[in-house]
């Protein structure tokens, strides 16, 4: 069907919006990019749910919005690769949707319609409900309690984990690999709202692939910092992240932890290596000219750690298109370790058990194979009264394990906080 969509000057604040016209739907999704510097557009909307990517089709139309999003998919991927088949999913089947422009101050309706009649009639009762669109957060906060946890705990103790860490540069020694994503996950009974947990979370710890989504009961509320994978167009583009580093209430002694980051020889070694990967990964489906490393090693700093990021990059070859380009890159190399399907092997070995969406991808999916996905990291996931975050770390050989704990705990911090929680380390 034909896209059309409106531009409107100005707005109500997307978090009434989306309380107002989504918060009690079963199937719901914030991209919420509006208290992050970097990010400019926020996406909201909700669907039927569905299990399935768009198939492929040619974008024929030539729009100018500003923005890359068309109705598709919007969900998460999970990390287990299915021995045949497709990628295992869960989302929403999107036809419709608000795009929050938070440079200009501009918001538009943007749909899938037989006719420009039918788009015109949903895009008048938007406006005409939007009108009455008013404290709807704050309302929604009062009357609902953000969900809380009294204590977490966590599948591997701290002697498992450091056996783990021991075991896998035992294999890195061997030469079986050169680095691997140790991961645990935490988990605890809650009582109260996710969604009024969210809209607290998002003030506070605002991220590139901040995101919370609700399908058939399942809540995922997310403050992922890292793109796994944007296409626009031929262009594709990958963003690691590996390297932390705990940030300070002191300017200086966080000034002096940025720094001490920045140095570190391990770290830095740990993503040169992934980027190296992906670099491969592209290769796959992009011309080899086009590969480039636009960033490397680059210090960003987030609400509760310091960062190393990079961004790799490259132009789809003819023949491919941007879901080419996700089966050639997923899972991401960031949370998998080098090379990739020993990896892979390893950590199946070594973590016993399934990482579910974890380390999969969350974000949105159109037809013509455009898409921009998030890493699914500093995420809590809400389900049958139980809430579940996974965290772990890159091991290398210059790996100390009582070092990896901890930067392992760190990781789960925002999230334990936020839910008023502690955790059984």
Not at 295 to 323: I, N
Not at 375 to 389: D, E
Request: charge should be negative; proline fraction near 4%.
């Amino acid at each position: 069907m034909p896209l059309y969509y409106e531009r409107i000057a100005g707005w109500s604040p997307v978090a009434d919006t989306f309380v107002a016209f989504f918060g009690s739907k079963p199937n719901s999704f914030w991209l919420d990019r509006e208290h992050h510097h970097d990010a400019r557009f926020s996406i909201i909307g909700s669907g039927p749910k569905t299990a399935q990517l768009p198939k492929y089709a040619k974008d024929e139309q030539n729009h100018n919005l500003p923005f890359g999003f068309r109705p598709g998919f919007v969900g998460v991927i999970e990390y287990e690769l299915p021995e045949k088949g497709p990628l295992v999913v869960s989302g929403i089947e999107v036809d419709r949707a608000f795009v929050y422009d938070h440079d200009n101050r501009a918001m538009f309706f943007v749909g899938e319609f037989v006719d420009r009649a039918s788009f015109a009639d949903w895009f008048h009762a938007a406006l005409l409900r939007l009108a009455l669109a008013g404290g709807d957060a704050a309302n929604y906060a009062l009357s609902h309690d953000a969900a809380t946890a009294a204590s977490f705990e966590v599948k591997d103790t701290k002697n498992d984990y450091l056996a783990n860490i021991e075991k896998a540069k035992d294999q890195i020694t061997k030469g079986e690999i050169y680095q691997l994503c140790l991961t645990t996950e935490l988990s605890a009974d809650y009582v109260g709202d996710p969604l009024a947990l969210f809209l607290r979370l998002r003030k506070d710890h605002g991220a590139p692939y901040c995101s919370y989504l609700k399908v058939d009961g399942v809540s995922y509320l997310s403050i992922s910092p890292e793109r796994f994978l944007t296409v626009s167009g031929v262009r594709v583009t990958s963003s690691p992240i590996k390297g932390t580093r705990a940030r300070s209430s002191d300017p200086e002694i966080d000034s002096a932890l940025q720094a001490s980051l920045g140095a570190d020889e391990k770290e830095r070694a740990e993503n040169l290596m992934i980027v190296d990967l992906i670099r491969n990964d592209l290769s796959s489906v992009c011309t080899a000219q086009s590969i480039t490393v636009e960033s490397l090693l680059a210090l960003r700093s987030y609400s509760t750690v310091h960062q190393l990021e990079s961004d790799v990059a490259g132009e789809l070859a003819d023949t491919k298109t941007g879901f080419d380009a996700l089966s050639a890159l997923f899972p991401g190399g960031s949370m998998t370790g080098a090379p990739k399907i020993r990896a892979c092997a390893l950590i199946a070995e070594l973590e016993n058990r399934s990482r579910g969406v974890y380390s999969g991808a969350i974000g949105w999916v159109s037809p013509s194979g455009d898409m921009d996905l998030g890493m699914v990291i500093r995420t809590a996931i809400f389900k049958n009264q139980t809430v579940s975050i996974s965290v772990g770390g890159g091991i290398t050989s210059g790996s100390d394990p009582e070092t990896e704990h901890a930067e392992m705990q760190l990781k789960a911090l925002a999230l334990v906080q936020a839910m008023g929680a502690s955790v059984n380390w």
